[in-house]
Structures are given as structure tokens and as C-alpha cells.
């Protein structure tokens, strides 16, 4: 599983890094950044996924 952030989505809320701070991080702005290269860890996929489901712009997708 891959996951990216829609840049053009992303109002920058918080919760993709509030809720899966190993998958995501902010920028100086408090966008949100994907970590590393957007490959979601073994184990990690239910968070990617929580990410996603609670992203109110729907940013946060599967790439």
C-alpha cells in the first residue's frame, strides 16, 4: 500500500498526522507531508486507512 496527500485537497487539519504521525508529518505550514516515500509499512495499513476515512477534504489517498 502506497499513500499520498492531494495537495490541493489538503486544508491542513491535522488529522492524517495526528492520527498516523509515523505515515504522516507537517509541513511549515501545517500541511500535511507524507513520510518518506509514501509506502505504508507492514502493519501499518489501518492507520493509513484511518488517515484516510477521517481526512474531512478527503486529501489523503491511496496512490
Known amino acids: ?13 491535522g488529522r492524517c498526522y495526528d492520527l498516523a504521525p509515523a505515515l504522516f508529518g507537517e509541513d ?4 500535511g507531508t507524507v513520510v518518506g516515500d509514501g509506502l505504508v509499512p507492514p502493519g501499518r495499513e489501518q492507520e493509513a486507512r484511518l488517515a484516510m476515512a477521517n481526512c474531512p477534504e478527503k ?3 491511496e496512490a
Open 1 to 13: 500500500m502506497k499513500v499520498q496527500i492531494n495537495p490541493e485537497r489538503c486544508q491542513g487539519h
Open 28 to 31: 511549515g505550514e501545517g500541511y
Open 59 to 61: 486529501a489523503v489517498e
